[in-house]
T-cell receptor, first 114, second 112 residues
Framework: DAMVIQNPRYQVTQFGKPVTLSCSQTLNHNVMYWYQQKSSQAPKLLFHYYDKDFNNEADTPDNFQSRRPNTSFCFLDIRSPGLGDAAMYLC?????????????FGPGTRLLVL | KQEVTQIPAALSVPEGENLVLNCSFTDSAIYNLQWFRQDPGKGLTSLLLIQSSQREQTSGRLNASLDKSSGRSTLYIAASQPGDSATYLCAVSDGGYNKLIFGAGTRLAVHP
């Protein structure tokens, strides 16, 4: 089945130790998004790619970076995780921009920072 | 700045009850409004999408309405079942690159 896959599902890292989260999609969608969702809070958009064009949200900390080497894969790099970065990280894709387009979400990666 | 609010934050109902979840947004200039379901520790599943020119959408036991002028949407769930237990999130798209602004969700528990 076509889908959005995130690895790993759970990630434990140490304070300040860089970590990379992975997202892949078989939908061949042009747009990929990364959201951060803290416990019982709304998902918050960090950035997105339209093809190789990167768009960072204004309030996304510099500690968060992203790479999209090809259509299928997108990575979230956290350079120096702090305790406040513990959250669920959700990857989503969309075919294009348009008011009829929904987003397809992966299962998420839960990040724990010790 | 667009803000999305969902009321109530949590809801517990007996099986079989019809129920309404509420969503409000502050800026009526939206491209669409979407309702998602999130099971504990899981990603989001799209339930319904209402384009800005539409008033409602239906899928099975779910019906969502949109009133842009008042900045409100409701999700109606008919004949609730224990399998409907989940968190329901409302999100609005502000156009451009389909950026979604989410509410914090309503956590629904349907007990037998």
């Amino acid at each position: 089945d076509a889908m959005v896959i995130q690895n790993p599902r759970y990630q434990v890292t140490q304070f300040g130790k860089p970590v990379t989260l992975s997202c892949s999609q078989t939908l061949n969608h042009n747009v990929m998004y990364w959201y951060q969702q803290k416990s019982s809070q709304a998902p918050k958009l960090l950035f997105h790619y339209y093809d190789k064009d990167f768009n960072n949200e204004a309030d996304t900390p510099d500690n968060f970076q992203s790479r999209r080497p090809n259509t299928s894969f997108c990575f979230l790099d956290i350079r120096s995780p702090g305790l406040g970065d513990a959250a669920m990280y959700l990857c989503a894709t969309s075919r294009a921009f348009g008011n009829e387009e929904t987003q397809y979400f992966g299962p998420g990666t839960r990040l724990l920072v010790l | 700045k667009q803000e999305v609010t969902q009321i109530p934050a949590a809801l517990s109902v007996p099986e079989g009850e019809n129920l309404v979840l509420n969503c409000s947004f502050t800026d009526s200039a939206i491209y669409n409004l979407q309702w998602f379901r999130q099971d504990p520790g899981k990603g989001l599943t799209s339930l319904l999408l209402i384009q800005s020119s539409q008033r409602e959408q239906t899928s099975g036991r779910l019906n969502a309405s949109l009133d842009k002028s008042s900045g409100r949407s409701t999700l109606y769930i008919a004949a609730s079942q224990p399998g409907d237990s989940a968190t329901y999130l409302c999100a609005v798209s502000d156009g451009g690159y389909n950026k979604l602004i989410f509410g914090a969700g309503t956590r629904l528990a349907v007990h037998p």
